[in-house]
C-alpha cells in the first residue's frame, strides 16, 4: 500500500469500468496513490461511483469531465488536479479516439478528430506536466503514454488511429531525453488487443487462437505494467515503447 503513498496521479480516458483507464487508477490506488483522472461521455453516475471506490481504498481522489480535443484541455486538467490533490507527480495518457476509416472514408475531419485527441492533448499535457514539475522540488516524475501496437503491423481501417499512435511513440522517445535531467522517465506501452468491452463474439473467436498465451489481454494486464512504469523500480527506464500482448500473432 505504501509504493505510492504521498504521490499524485493523473490518468486520462478513465470513462467506463471496463477500461484500461479505470484499471490504471485501482492499481495505482492499491499502491498508496492519490488518483485523479478525466472522463468523457460516460454513464451520468458512474464517474462518481468509481469515485468512492477508489477513496474506499483508503486514498483521496478526484475527477472531472473534459472533452479533451479542446486545445486547453491540458491546462485545465494540471490546474484541477493540482487544486484538489496537489502536485501530480504520475501522468498516465490512456485517452484516445477511434473511429474506423480506411482510404474510402478517410477525411480532414477524421484527420483533425484523431489528431486533437490522439497526440495533441497527450502532448501538450506531457510538456506542461514537465514544466510544471520542474518548479517543484520533486526528484522523480513518471509519463506513461499508450500505443497501439501501430509499429507492429498494419492495422487496416484504422489509418488515421495507427498515424496518430505512431506519432506518440516518436515523441515518447525524443521527449524523454529532453526531460531525463529532471529526474522525469516518459514510456508507452502497448497493451495488444484488450477485452475492455469493445469486442464482439466474431472479434473474440478470430483473436483468441492468436494469443499464444490461451486468452485475451484484460484491463489489469496494461495496469501491472502500467503501476510498474509509474514505480521506483523503474526509474531507470525511459523512451521505450514495450508491447505487452501476450504472445500475440499478428499473422
Not at 454513464?43 to 479542446?70: A, N, T, Y
Not at 514544466?131 to 516524475?141: A, V, Y
Amino acid at each position: 500500500m505504501d509504493k505510492f503513498s504521498g504521490q499524485v496521479a493523473v490518468v486520462t480516458g478513465v470513462s467506463h469500468e471496463n477500461g484500461i483507464g479505470a484499471a490504471v487508477c485501482l492499481e495505482l490506488a492499491r499502491g498508496g496513490s492519490d488518483v485523479f483522472f478525466t472522463h468523457w461521455n460516460s454513464e451520468m453516475e458512474w464517474p462518481q461511483f468509481f469515485k468512492k471506490e477508489i477513496r474506499d481504498l483508503g486514498v483521496r481522489c478526484e475527477c472531472m469531465e473534459v472533452d479533451l480535443s479542446r486545445p486547453d484541455a491540458d491546462t485545465l486538467i494540471l490546474d484541477e488536479a493540482e487544486k484538489s490533490l496537489g502536485s501530480p507527480v504520475i501522468l498516465v495518457n490512456n485517452a484516445a479516439h477511434s473511429t474506423r476509416d480506411g482510404y474510402k472514408k478517410l477525411d480532414a475531419k477524421v484527420l483533425d478528430d484523431h489528431y486533437a485527441v490522439n497526440m495533441r492533448a497527450t502532448m501538450l499535457l506531457s510538456v506542461e506536466f514537465a514544466r510544471r514539475f520542474e518548479k517543484t522540488d520533486r526528484t522523480s516524475g513518471r509519463i506513461i503514454n499508450l500505443t497501439s501496437g501501430q509499429g507492429q503491423g498494419p492495422m487496416i481501417d484504422e489509418l488515421a488511429y495507427g498515424a496518430s499512435k505512431g506519432a506518440i511513440s516518436a515523441f515518447t522517445l525524443s521527449l524523454s531525453a529532453e526531460v531525463a535531467p529532471l529526474g522525469i522517465s516518459v514510456n508507452a506501452v502497448n497493451p495488444g488487443p484488450t477485452d475492455t468491452g469493445w469486442m464482439t463474439d466474431e472479434i473474440k473467436k478470430e483473436l483468441l487462437p492468436k494469443f499464444m498465451s490461451g486468452r485475451m489481454g484484460l484491463p489489469r494486464d496494461a495496469a501491472r505494467l502500467i503501476a510498474f512504469l509509474a514505480s521506483r523500480e523503474a526509474e531507470w527506464i525511459t523512451g521505450q515503447v514495450i508491447n505487452s500482448e501476450g504472445g500475440f500473432l499478428r499473422r
